[in-house]
C-alpha cells in the first residue's frame, strides 16, 4: 500500500506565509510528478502546483509569484511555500502524486487533505 501524509495547514493572518509537508511512504519503486491541488465546498478541486520527477515546476496562475513547489526525492517527499496568502487561498489542500509501485503499477495516490484558513 502507499499512504501520502500532509501536514503543514492552519489558521493565518493574510499576509503570512505556510509551508506544507507531504510524505509518500509504502509500497513505492519510483514517483513521477507530485502536486498540490485545493478544494472549496461547492467546487472542483483544482491544481495549485505540479512538478515533475527532474524538478520542473508548473504553477496555476493565481498563485504565481506567491507560492513555491519543490521535492526532496530521497525522501519522497513534496513541499508547498506558500507566501503573502489571502484569504482566497482558503482551501482543504491535497497532495497527489503519481507514481510506481514495487509491483510496477502505476496508479496516482491522494493525502487526506489538510486545511489552510486565511483571516483577513
Known amino acids: 500500500q502507499v499512504q501520502l501524509v500532509e501536514s503543514g495547514g492552519g489558521l493565518v493572518q493574510a499576509g503570512e506565509s505556510l509551508r506544507l509537508s507531504c510524505a509518500a511512504s509504502?509500497?513505492?519503486?519510483?514517483?513521477?510528478?507530485m502536486g498540490w491541488y485545493r478544494q472549496t465546498p461547492g467546487k472542483q478541486r483544482e491544481l495549485v502546483a505540479h512538478i515533475t520527477s527532474s524538478g520542473t515546476p508548473n504553477y496555476a496562475d493565481f498563485v504565481k509569484g506567491r507560492f513555491s513547489i519543490s521535492r526532496d526525492n530521497a525522501k519522497n517527499t513534496v513541499y508547498l511555500q506558500m507566501n503573502s496568502l489571502k484569504p482566497e487561498d482558503t482551501a482543504v489542500y491535497f497532495c497527489?502524486?503519481?507514481?510506481?509501485?514495487?509491483?510496477?503499477?502505476?496508479?496516482?495516490?491522494w493525502g487526506q487533505g489538510t486545511q489552510v484558513t486565511v483571516s483577513s
Open positions: 509504502g509500497m513505492i519503486f519510483s514517483i513521477n510528478s
Open positions: 497527489n502524486a503519481d507514481l510506481y509501485t514495487t509491483r510496477r503499477i502505476r496508479g496516482d495516490y
